[in-house]
């Protein structure tokens, strides 16, 4: 009895003035894929940062909530985090449509917000006043840029001049459609299709034609995991003849590899499991050790490095004042799964992390997905559809 | 002419598979006399199922079927038993309230015990397809519409050429008369119900082949199936094929010759419904 009530004290005692922190995830809906991957990254994480002797001296508390893929929901879980849980930070945040709901309440609470996602120009719009608000996902215009690379190596290597474009009709597809189809063009492209589709809907068929007649050499859509499958079924069905399928959901169907019709849909990834970084290889091997499996998701060592980088400026600072961990981590220079990571001035927000350099192309061949871009992290050469 | 007539055969394609939801809920509404909000969740399931046996089992969507419908069934009819035949003389809104709780708690429950991701199952004929000229018929789809065919013409035979069909539309017509001619009410509720759900989860195994399997998958179908049963006249079954044909053929038109029309092709069921009831309640005030 005696042992117990010492326990429950000794217990009371270590949580008592433990750093919170709060993860607004998609753990449902949509975004899912994503969020699940982050969860594990998460977990990943404050398992070794407690291991190694936690925040301030005591453990780090870490609390996730469920935003549902949908703003709707957002909303009240990031309230509720803030006010009821009373969390100190804010990390998490995958979708842009969510991020850009709760930018009210974030500016009005003041949140410390350490984001992994959102990469909508509107999200960058949002949070461009707020000072505590650091990204580490690069934003759309960097995603952009690097694809636009790739497009201009298969415009050379492959003759590719016709793009059909399909985007989903959110915030994450939609913003920035129209710099898009710019570039494209100022780039020498032919933008032969630009046709949006509501996400989940899985209703494909009219799109897939219209692109048929279009005849493109590159059929580039933007949309969530939710939508890979059913447009390869679609494109398959009608045997739409196309040079790439190239896909930016934030993560793909689970099991998507295996499907034969995902053979040769290419995408875009900030990290990959066979990266030959250090960094990348100690991830993979913490991850199987403590999972039983490896991830291919890249908001899962994003998340890690997240809460790594937070919980090292927080012990930095000594405090969790806000302008002392900020200060912090926006000295943050350190080697990642995905390379080195510092913070500085995007377009519109203060903190930017990774940025375009970061990304890499890939392509699903034989059950894997295999970087084919850019060529110095390439394991082969781009499978051609024509 | 060749993008025109592949858009109404994906329109007539899509239809198939929105006719297969819609009838089940057409037959809670026309026999039971309930509007069943939970009724894609019961879709969800077939679809988990489908998911479920091919993943572990490595059954293919199509010979679980039947399978799905009936443990669908199952559910469908333990779920009439505790729930839905206690507010069977209760106010409408009652009863909304009671299967729009439902549908949350099947929901969720998938959530917990399944996870938010996306399941996809693989089949070696899902990329499969007939080609007529330029023109190319999706094999799951038509498989989906074939089916959807062969049920609706099945529940039409059983409504109107068996005893139970004749015993199921007295019940719909007059309850306290059908059980004063010795109609055995009850059993007839909860078979049509049990019939109901299993038809949701025949659509919701094509939808798993032709999709996905998630806990939220149901709701998009479920929305799309009100608009055609409101189209079709609340219960008939035999409107219900022309009223799914009618939506997936305008959603289709829509996607391909609307500029952007993609976003708008969710906005399509919504407008039908609109002009439905406005032309009813015109043609009722003459």
Redesign the interface.
């Known amino acids: 009895m005696k042992k117990m009530l010492l326990t429950g004290v000794l217990l009371a005692l270590s949580s008592a003035g433990a750093v919170k922190v709060g993860a607004l995830l998609p753990l449902s809906g949509a975004g899912s894929v994503s969020g699940q991957a982050a969860r594990n990254g998460y977990l990943l994480a404050l398992e070794e940062i407690n291991k190694a002797g936690g925040v301030l001296g005591r453990p780090l508390e870490l609390e996730f909530a469920d935003d549902g893929s949908s703003p709707a929901k957002a909303v009240p879980e990031f309230v509720k985090m803030v006010t009821v849980e009373k969390v100190d930070f804010m990390v998490g945040g995958v979708s842009s449509a969510t991020s850009i709901a709760i930018s009210g309440p974030a500016k009005q609470y003041n949140t410390f917000m350490a984001w992994i996602g959102a990469a909508a120009v509107p999200v960058e719009d949002a949070f461009a006043d707020h000072k505590y608000f650091f990204h580490y996902h690069p934003w759309s215009y960097y995603n952009f840029e690097a694809i636009l690379d790739y497009f201009k190596h298969l415009r050379v290597t492959k003759k590719a001049r016709n793009i059909a474009i399909a985007y989903e009709d959110g915030p994450f597809g939609s913003a920035g459609i129209n710099d898009t189809v710019a570039a494209f063009k100022k780039a020498g492209f032919n933008v032969v299709m630009t046709e949006k589709f509501k996400t989940g809907s899985g209703n494909f068929g009219p799109i897939v034609s219209k692109a048929k007649a279009a005849k493109p050499d590159i059929f580039y859509w933007v949309g969530y995991d939710t939508d890979a499958l059913p447009l390869a079924t679609e494109i398959k069905q009608q045997n739409l003849n196309v040079g790439l399928i190239y896909g930016t959901p934030p993560s793909w169907p689970v099991g998507f590899e295996k499907n034969r019709l995902a053979d040769n849909v290419a995408g875009l990834s900030l990290w990959l499991p066979t990266s030959p970084n250090s960094q990348s290889r100690a991830f993979v091997n913490a991850y199987r050790k403590k999972f039983g499996n490896v991830t291919e998701e890249y908001f899962a060592p994003l998340a890690y490095v997240n809460l790594k980088t937070l919980a090292a400026a927080i012990n930095k600072a000594g405090s969790t004042d806000k302008d002392k961990v900020a200060a912090e981590l926006a000295k943050t220079n350190t080697q990642t799964p995905f390379g080195p990571l510092t913070f500085s001035r995007s377009n519109k927000t203060r903190y930017q992390g990774f940025k375009a350099g970061s990304w890499l192309s890939f392509q699903y061949l034989a059950d894997d997905r295999v970087p084919v871009y850019p060529l110095k992290s390439a394991k082969k050469t781009t499978v051609w559809g024509r | 002419m ?2 025109f007539l ?2 109404l055969l ?2 007539l ?2 239809s198939g598979i929105y006719a297969l939801v819609a009838s089940g809920l057409a037959l809670a509404v026309g026999v039971v006399g309930i509007v069943n909000f939970a009724h894609g969740e019961f879709l969800m399931i077939g679809a988990f199922l489908a998911w479920a046996l091919s ?1 572990y089992l490595g059954v293919d969507p199509l010979i679980s079927l039947p399978f799905a419908a009936l443990a669908v069934f199952g559910v469908g009819a333990l779920t009439y038993r505790v729930s839905i035949r206690h507010v069977l003389l209760a106010p409408e809104l009652n009863q909304m309230l009671l299967t729009f709780g439902l549908g949350i708690l099947l929901q969720n429950l998938a ?1 917990i015990w399944l ?6 199952v ?1 089949t ?1 004929y ?4 007939l ?1 007529i000229g330029e023109l ?1 018929v ?4 038509a498989i989906a519409f074939g089916l959807a065919v062969l049920i609706l013409g099945a529940l039409y035979g059983v409504l109107y050429r068996t005893t139970l069909g004749r015993q199921m539309r007295a019940v719909a017509q007059n309850r306290r008369g059908s059980q004063l001619i010795g109609i055995d009410v009850e059993r007839v509720y909860l078979i049509a119900f049990g019939v109901s759900c299993g038809l949701a989860a025949i659509a919701g195994v094509l ?1 798993a082949v ?3 399997a ?3 998958v149901g709701l ?1 179908f479920a929305l799309k199936a009100f608009a055609i049963i409101v189209m079709a006249g609340l219960g008939n079954l035999t409107g219900v094929l022309w009223a799914s044909v009618v939506l997936g053929v305008s ?2 038109l829509v ?2 010759y609307v500029p ?4 708008w ?2 906005a399509v069921f919504f407008l039908l419904i609109f002009a439905t009831l406005v032309f009813r309640s015109f043609r009722g005030a003459r």
Do not use: I
């Open positions: 060749e993008l592949q858009t994906n329109g394609l899509q993943a959530l996870g938010g991701n996306t399941r996809t693989t070696p899902q990329g499969s397809s080609s190319s999706g094999g799951p789809k939808v032709l999709l996905f998630s806990p939220t998009v959603e289709a996607q391909t952007g029309g993609g976003g092709s969710d």
